[in-house]
């Protein structure tokens, strides 16, 4: 055979060599070297690993840009989020109406509290203060009992020690909290905080505690508004028939808590009930992220219980996934079904990742 021919055999055989293999290599969407991606396009599995082993793709180990993986592939990162506790300041009217009737007002106050903080004792960080503490109409340089875990207890046997006398400085009652040395606990942003208030008289100090004049509802409404922008909202409940409603329900629409009016209770068994009411509506599981600070997008953050996905609930409509609690995007809170897996311990992991789009509940 003559060289001419055996060339032209052999470029022939070459060319077909190729015709068959290097197409095949050349086409990513077919599973080509290096992809090990066998099919990507028609629903085959990617050979991409993941770093962490849980149900995202966090690293791509095969060299290519997964960019015709089906779309699917987005690049995660992990983030720290943290528990919120919840603090209450219980702050309680003991001025000298409280003596009256009979049982007196006091001894059903004591009643109604001790429940609230048997029940709720392990869930919220509790703290004590009355008013007035310092004379009849004056406050003192501290709080008596700052919030605290495991701080029931304490708080018990201090109600039991301390009897009512003097007027009702409401307005000075709520405006020493402005000062954030007075009780730093209540007023740490690590914390949700809440003042829950209790009064069975009108706002009758002014506002230097002289006992001078009544405060107004206005004023009453500002420094309830000064305690919500430092993130301390105000329940009130209004004991018996001896309150101004103006002034409780200047404290109530100013306080932040959703509520328009005072709650209003006229015996033992309503405080107890107003009580359990605001504690139920104040647990939470509500999370603060750590890292990376404000920078996740929200709409691509995604939340998971042992590596399955928490889908988001807008405002917990639903009551099952999460959802935000703030403009910044800082706080979530776990929905009430989701919360309830918390609290009961089935959750063992809570991760959390931003980068891919947000999953909404199902």
Not at 4 to 23: D, E
Not at 109 to 122: E, M, Q, R, S
Not at 315 to 338: I, L, S
Not at 346 to 361: E, N, R
Request: net charge negative; aromatic share 8%.
């Amino acid at each position: 055979m003559n060289r001419n021919l055996i060339l032209s055999v052999g470029l022939f055989l070459i060319s077909f060599f190729f015709l068959v293999n290097g197409c095949e290599a050349a086409n990513p969407a077919n599973g080509g070297p290096g992809d090990n991606d066998s099919g990507d396009n028609n629903g085959g599995t990617d050979g991409d690993t993941d770093s962490d082993g849980d149900l995202d793709s966090d690293t791509d180990t095969d060299g290519d840009s997964d960019a015709g993986d089906g779309g699917n592939v987005c690049a995660e990162q992990d983030f720290d989020i943290k528990f919120m506790p919840i603090r209450i300041m219980i702050l309680q009217d003991m001025s000298s109406s409280m003596s009256e009737g009979t049982p007196t007002k006091w001894n059903q106050a004591k009643g109604a509290l001790t429940p609230l903080l048997d029940t709720w004792g392990n869930d919220i960080e509790f703290g004590f203060d009355r008013f007035p503490n310092n004379g009849y109409c004056g406050v003192a340089a501290g709080v008596i009992m700052d919030c605290a875990a495991n701080n029931a207890s304490n708080i018990k046997t201090r109600i039991n020690s301390i009897s009512p006398n003097g007027n009702t400085p409401l307005y000075c009652a709520l405006n020493q909290f402005t000062d954030t040395s007075y009780a730093p606990n209540l007023t740490s942003k690590d914390a949700l905080g809440y003042i829950l208030l209790v009064s069975d008289g009108a706002g009758n100090c002014g506002l230097n505690c002289s006992g001078s004049g009544n405060e107004s509802a206005q004023q009453l409404a500002q420094v309830t508004g000064q305690l919500l922008t430092m993130g301390i909202k105000t329940y009130v409940i209004g004991f018996g028939t001896g309150v101004s409603a103006q002034q409780l329900n200047a404290i109530a629409q100013a306080g932040g808590t959703g509520s328009s009016t005072y709650i209003n209770a006229q015996n033992q068994a309503d405080l107890q009930k107003a009580f359990q009411d605001i504690a139920a509506a104040v647990v939470s599981c509500t999370y603060e992220i750590k890292a990376p600070a404000a920078t996740a997008d929200p709409n691509n953050v995604n939340f998971y219980f042992d590596g399955n996905v928490v889908g988001y609930d807008d405002q917990c409509a639903q009551g099952t996934g999460w959802t935000w609690t703030d403009n910044t995007h800082t706080r979530v809170e776990f929905c009430d079904k989701a919360c309830a897996k918390l609290k009961t311990g089935d959750v063992k992991k809570i991760s959390a990742k931003f980068g891919c789009p947000t999953i909404p509940v199902g």
